[in-house]
């Protein structure tokens, strides 16, 4: 089951604009993880989020989460032609199984108009 | 260089036939991953292992089998039970986080597509 939704779907914006996608969960998580995904290749970690923590930043990305909404957000400042891919949030769970993997949204797909 | 490394990046096969997909690691990992991708789609989780030796059915395993013999390598098979193969595979792995996952580590993928 999925249990992370990513909005908007798509999202078409101006090169040097900013870009905001959002990702809601339904359970009790121990982290949350965005990652990018250039059409046909693998996936690539931006940045993980722990669940006591609200607000983070990497360089041109800020991703805020809200536990008690069960939300995340990812804005993507002063895009480039470059940021064009899909972008996926995905969650680990609490677990006293260890590390059993991540579970992903269906994506946003970004595109830069240059 | 480190990292992962699947094979074969693209896979034909006919209905009835089983196929294996490779994928192997040099990041001294515990904990690794295969994933399923169709389009449009997020990742659906098949398998993990966390150790040598050990692995655990995903949300949909049915049709799949995997080993873990080495730490470095995590193959899947995608047998002739499984209705569905075509789809992107996507292998993973990860250091396990505080008893939690970390940070996934993906591998380019393999596209299989049965004819």
């Known amino acids: 089951s999925q249990q992370g939704e990513e909005d908007p779907q798509a999202l078409s914006i101006q090169e040097g604009e900013n870009a905001t996608m959002n990702c809601s969960y339904k359970?009790?998580?121990?982290?949350l993880q965005w990652y990018r995904q250039n059409s046909g290749r693998g996936l690539v970690h931006l940045i993980l989020?722990?669940?006591?923590?609200r607000e983070k930043h990497s360089g041109r990305l800020r991703v805020t989460l809200d536990t008690s909404k069960k939300s995340s957000s990812l804005l993507i400042t002063a895009s480039r032609a470059a940021d064009t891919a899909s972008y996926f949030c995905?969650?680990?769970?609490?677990?006293?199984?260890?590390?059993?993997?991540?579970?992903f949204g269906k994506g946003t797909h970004l595109i830069i108009q240059p | 260089d480190g990292g992962i490394t699947q094979s074969p990046k693209y896979l034909f096969r006919k209905e009835g036939q089983n196929v294996t997909l490779s994928c192997e690691q040099n990041l001294n990992h515990d904990a690794m991953y295969w994933y399923r991708q169709d389009p449009g789609q997020g990742l659906r989780l098949i398998y993990y292992s966390q150790i040598v030796n050990d692995f655990q059915k995903g949300d949909i395993a049915e049709g799949y089998s995997v080993s873990r013999e080495k730490k470095e390598s995590f193959p899947l098979t995608v047998t002739s039970a499984q209705k569905n193969p075509t789809a992107f595979y996507l292998c993973?792995?990860?250091?396990?986080?505080?008893?939690?996952?970390?940070?996934?580590?993906f591998g380019e993928g393999s596209r299989l597509t049965v004819l």
């Open positions: 993973a792995s990860s250091m396990v986080l505080a008893g939690n996952t970390g940070e996934l580590f």
């Open positions: 359970t009790s998580i121990n982290n």
């Open positions: 989020i722990r669940s006591n923590e």
């Open positions: 995905a969650t680990a769970m609490y677990s006293g199984g260890g590390a059993d993997g991540l579970t």
